[in-house]
């Protein structure tokens, strides 16, 4: 047999049906596939182009951010954190988001993949809140990253006097638009018709969106629940909870994710349950945004019953999947005082073989083995948190973080090395992004909240 590369003498957490962890494993691909993966003895044989040491290294699949607002790093650390959730997003998020110029929102999704990349994230889905949308997909189109990616997109008639038919009409002209533009035809950046959902859809753009997802073999995203507010407004408008009332519609299906879902009560999961439809938990954006989700959630009662739960990082202030797992691994234990609530491995195959199963794409991702895309993270353990190595899974999310990310390959193309992305000048961007940042929150408006002095 014969390969491009070899990583051997490596620890490999292989996500693969067998849930194997090898240690003084290899992992051989040629082009974007991996063709072996094993004991590095049994792996001898291979002669590849290139060997890789992996001796100080443990290899796992890449990880799968299935949410993320790829066009906010700007405004990282500018929102304040303690206002109530429709002040933050009314007052400033949306305002900030529509303020900015194409160009920024360029930079903007090139911090984030740069910031996804460098901690192990190899594949996203976009949270759909893309304005400057082709401007966005040529920007991150070279960084290496695979990502499904969607325009702000509602339709509502919040303005008596706004031609309804119109605003459907345009706001799905333009999804239909984007997934000729950018299909998933192998290309690494693809379009979906995500939604910004909560209330912000009507159900016409609801039914119109799920025919184009399963047609076109792509999904929908949507944002649902994350505090009381969305069933509130559908109980006063359909007389039924949130969920429940997409229930009605005959949108809810394995083509929809829909995200937060920390609002929902018994019936509304038991439909998630029932319809196959995916859910992404943000619990790092949960519990900073105060939605009580150690008090409400319902997500062990929906992984009781079956249901595929990913995990994301939502907004600008992290974009390190490690942390998110910790805190999965973490949050239920305490809040049901239940030990056996979401272990190491479970928060593990959220970020892997979850994650791509909403995408569409667990044929491909999420399992380093034969055949599957050779999308690869190598994690420096010759660090302080990796010494002495004992139970590789279990340190991995409770001990590591994306700092320790050494080397990322992605379709078999090492994006990151050394712990800098290959394919980005950093540099460059990173000075770019400062300088476009302090531009954009100067002509805001909005003041720098501060309890400290910042001088």
């Not at 919040?158 to 031609?163: E, L, M, N, S």
């Not at 990913?310 to 974009?319: K, M, R, W």
């Amino acid at each position: 047999m014969q390969a491009d590369t070899i990583i051997t003498g490596a620890t490999v957490i292989t996500m693969d049906a067998g849930r194997r962890v090898i240690r003084d494993g290899a992992v051989a691909f040629s082009g974007d596939a991996i063709v072996a993966v094993g004991k590095a003895a049994d792996l001898a044989g291979i002669a590849a182009l290139e060997v890789v040491d992996g001796s100080g290294f443990l290899l796992t699949p890449g990880f799968v951010n299935a949410h993320v607002h790829v066009t906010e790093t700007l405004i990282r650390g500018f929102v304040p954190g303690d206002l109530p959730f429709d002040e933050t997003l009314g007052r400033w998020v949306i305002p900030l988001y529509k303020d900015h110029s194409p160009a920024e929102q360029a930079v903007a999704a090139r911090l984030a993949v740069a910031a996804m990349l460098r901690t192990g994230t190899t594949t996203f889905l976009e949270a759909g809140t893309v304005i400057a949308f082709d401007e966005v997909m040529a920007a991150i189109a070279g960084t290496g990253i695979r990502g499904r990616v969607g325009r702000w997109t509602e339709d509502r008639a919040w303005d008596p006097a706004a031609d309804a038919e119109a605003l459907t009409r345009d706001a799905f002209a333009a999804l239909e638009r984007d997934i000729e533009a950018y299909p998933q035809d192998g290309r690494r950046i693809a379009a979906w018709p995500n939604l910004i959902g909560h209330m912000t859809a009507t159900d016409s753009l609801w039914w119109q969106v799920t025919e184009l997802a399963q047609r076109t073999g792509t999904g929908v995203s949507a944002h649902m629940s994350p505090v009381a507010g969305d069933s509130e407004w559908y109980l006063a408008a359909t007389g039924k909870r949130a969920v429940e009332h997409l229930a009605d519609l005959g949108v809810l299906g394995p083509h929809l994710n829909l995200v937060h879902m920390v609002h929902i009560d018994a019936r509304e999961a038991e439909l998630v349950a029932a319809s196959g439809t995916r859910v992404t938990h943000c619990p790092d954006a949960a519990l900073r945004g105060g939605y009580g989700v150690t008090r409400r959630g319902l997500f062990p009662e929906l992984a009781a019953a079956g249901v595929t739960i990913a995990l994301g990082t939502d907004g600008a202030d992290n974009h390190d999947m490690m942390r998110v797992m910790a805190l999965m691994a973490s949050l239920f234990r305490d809040a049901r005082e239940d030990r056996s609530l979401f272990p190491a491995h479970a928060a593990l195959e959220m970020a892997t073989l979850h994650g791509a199963t909403v995408l569409g794409l667990s044929d491909s991702i999420g399992a380093l083995a034969q055949g599957m895309k050779a999308d690869i993270v190598a994690h420096d353990i010759r660090r302080p948190e990796w010494v002495p190595l004992n139970n590789p899974v279990e340190q991995l999310v409770a001990s590591a973080d994306g700092r320790g990310v050494h080397s990322v390959w992605v379709d078999g193309v090492r994006v990151v090395q050394d712990h800098r992305c290959t394919l980005i000048d950093e540099d460059a961007l990173w000075a770019e992004g400062q300088a476009m940042a302090q531009a954009l929150l100067s002509r805001s408006g909005l003041p720098l909240v501060s309890e400290w002095p910042i001088i």
